[in-house]
C-alpha cells in the first residue's frame, strides 16, 4: 500500500544534541510538510517543501531545519533541541495541481523526548 | 485569516450512542473540508472530507456534509463503537490559489465511548 513512513516511532535525545528525524513517502506526492504536535493541541505547520522549493513558516525557529534530497525523502533536523521541543512530529503529503491541494495525508508521527 | 472552530472536549458516550460534534469555519474562496481521527500516540489518519457545498463526505459510518450557508461540516455517527473511542479534527484547505498550503485546524475534540 501507498503510505507515509516516519522513523524512528520513538527518538530520545539530550538537551542541545543534533536529532534528526525522517520521512520517506511511496505516493510519489510533490508536497510534504512538517508538523509539531504538542499534547492535547493541533498540528501546528513548521515548513513545507513544494518539489525542491523550500517553504519556511515566519513563526518557525532557526532551531529547526529541513532537507529533501529526492521526491520520496524529507527529513527534520533539530539542531540543539531544548526541552520545548519534546513533542510528536508529524510528516504529511500531498499532491499540487497547478495550485489546487490535494488532501494531506500524514504518516504514524515520531515522538521526541528530550531529557 | 482562516479558522475552525470545533465543539469542546472532552465528550463521553456509552457504546451505541448517537455522536455529533460541531464545526464551523471561517474561510475565503471555496475551501476543501476535512475530518481527521488521531487514535492515542498514532498519527492523523483522513476519515472523510468534502471539496464543494453540498457535499457529503462518509466512511466507517461517518458522516458530514459542507453546508456552505451555515458555514458547517459537523460530524455524525448513528451508533458508536469503543474503538471509536480517539481525538477527531476538522480541518480546512484554502484552495484560493498557489501556495495555499496550510492546513487549518480546529482545536481537536477527544471522544471516549464506554461499553
Known amino acids: 500500500d501507498a503510505m507515509v513512513i516516519q522513523n524512528p516511532r520513538y527518538q530520545v535525545t539530550q538537551f542541545g544534541k543534533p536529532v534528526t528525524l525522517s520521512c520517506s513517502q511511496t505516493?510519489?506526492?510533490?508536497?510534504m510538510y512538517w508538523y509539531q504536535q504538542k499534547s492535547s493541541q493541533a498540528p501546528k505547520l513548521l515548513f513545507h517543501?513544494?518539489?525542491?522549493?523550500?517553504?519556511n513558516e515566519a513563526d518557525t525557529p532557526d532551531n529547526f531545519q529541513s532537507r529533501r534530497p529526492n521526491t520520496s525523502f524529507c527529513f527534520l533536523d533539530i539542531r540543539s533541541p531544548g526541552l520545548g521541543d519534546a513533542a510528536m512530529y508529524l510528516c504529511?503529503?500531498?499532491?499540487?495541481?497547478?495550485?489546487?491541494?490535494?488532501?494531506?495525508?500524514f504518516g504514524p508521527g515520531t515522538r521526541l523526548l528530550v531529557l | 485569516g482562516n479558522s475552525v472552530t470545533q465543539m469542546e472536549g472532552p465528550v463521553t458516550l456509552s457504546e451505541e450512542a448517537f455522536l455529533t460534534i460541531n464545526c464551523t469555519y471561517t474561510?475565503?474562496?471555496?475551501?476543501?473540508l476535512f475530518w481527521y481521527v488521531q487514535y492515542p500516540g498514532e498519527g492523523l489518519q483522513l476519515l472523510l472530507k468534502?471539496?464543494?457545498?453540498?457535499d457529503k463526505g462518509s466512511n466507517k459510518g461517518f458522516e458530514a456534509t459542507y453546508r456552505k450557508e451555515t458555514t458547517s461540516f459537523h460530524l455524525e455517527k448513528g451508533s458508536v463503537q469503543v474503538s471509536d473511542s480517539a481525538v477527531y479534527f476538522c480541518?480546512?484547505?484554502?484552495?484560493?490559489?498557489?501556495?495555499?498550503?496550510?492546513?487549518?485546524f480546529g482545536k481537536g475534540t477527544k471522544l471516549s465511548v464506554i461499553p
Open positions: 504529511a503529503t500531498s499532491r499540487d495541481l497547478g495550485g489546487r491541494q490535494e488532501t494531506q495525508y
Open positions: 505516493l510519489n506526492h510533490n508536497v
Open positions: 517543501y513544494y518539489d525542491k522549493d523550500f517553504n
Open positions: 474561510a475565503t474562496g471555496y475551501p476543501s
Open positions: 468534502a471539496t464543494k457545498a453540498d
Open positions: 480541518a480546512l484547505s484554502d484552495n484560493s490559489g498557489a501556495g495555499s498550503y496550510q492546513l487549518t
